[in-house]
């Protein structure tokens, strides 16, 4: 998930969150390569509308087209 950078900054703008933290996901990536069940695994930011945010940019991301079917993903955002 590297390039999401512009992501992760926009949704820290727009949600005011200055603080620190840390953010990890776990998602699926179906057949087509698209995200499915995006989920806060962990969180420490003390910004709901933030993760939110990641979350949603996070659904926009376009995998390659996985071998097997379904795979299963991670994706650790540190805020600082």
């Given at each position: ?28 990536i ?41 795979r299963d ?8």
């Amino acid at each position: 998930l590297k390039g999401q950078g512009n992501a992760v900054r926009h949704c820290q703008q727009t949600t005011g969150h200055t603080g620190g933290g840390q953010l990890d996901l776990t998602f699926g990536i179906s057949p087509e390569g698209k995200v499915v069940t995006p989920k806060v695994a962990l969180t420490t930011t003390g910004n709901p509308k933030l993760d939110a945010c990641v979350i949603q940019r996070l659904e926009r991301v376009q995998f390659p087209k996985p071998m097997g079917g379904v795979r299963d993903g991670t994706w650790s955002v540190r805020f600082v």
